[in-house]
């Protein structure tokens, strides 16, 4: 018994691989950002700037089904951390689409090219991000 849920599990896991849900990247959309690196000489959330977060932030959301896959564990924290990165990844895509990614939720201004990159779920420019940490712990408040 044991051995066969062994190999249930290894086909499920290349059933995943070849369907590409493991894979970091669409195998087609890969090939044609894989080297492009987004620049601040650009006009700000161009197109390929847009192709380019979208692809980072579908292989996040893929990055995470494949832990989800991965670790069989019964850790609730885990599963609620997991469950809200997933859902901040797709209410990003949807800003994508929307028109919305790359400015500040509060202000409207951009956020900024090397900030999204370091974190593409930012959602203040880094002046507004510093007030809202600055607000928190004046406040002592906790996420």
């Known amino acids: 018994m044991f051995i066969n849920y062994l190999k249930f599990i290894d086909f ?21 950002l894989q080297d492009y690196v987004p620049s601040e000489s650009e006009e700000y959330m161009n197109k390929k700037h847009l192709e380019y977060f979208s692809e980072k932030l579908h292989s996040m959301l893929n990055d995470l089904k494949q832990q989800a896959l991965i670790d069989d564990s019964d850790d609730t924290k885990l599963a609620k951390r997991r469950t809200d990165k997933e859902e901040k ?29 370091a974190n593409p779920l930012a959602l203040y420019c880094i002046e507004e991000q510093e007030r809202i940490e600055k607000e928190k712990s004046m406040y002592n408040i906790d996420d």
């Open 89 to 117: 990844i797709k209410e990003a895509l949807k800003k994508i689409t929307d028109g919305t990614y790359g400015y500040c939720d509060e202000t409207g201004e951009e956020i900024g090219i090397g900030r999204l990159e």
């Open 12 to 32: 499920i896991r290349f059933y995943y691989l070849i369907s590409g849900v493991i894979m970091n990247r669409e195998p087609l959309r890969a090939m044609s």
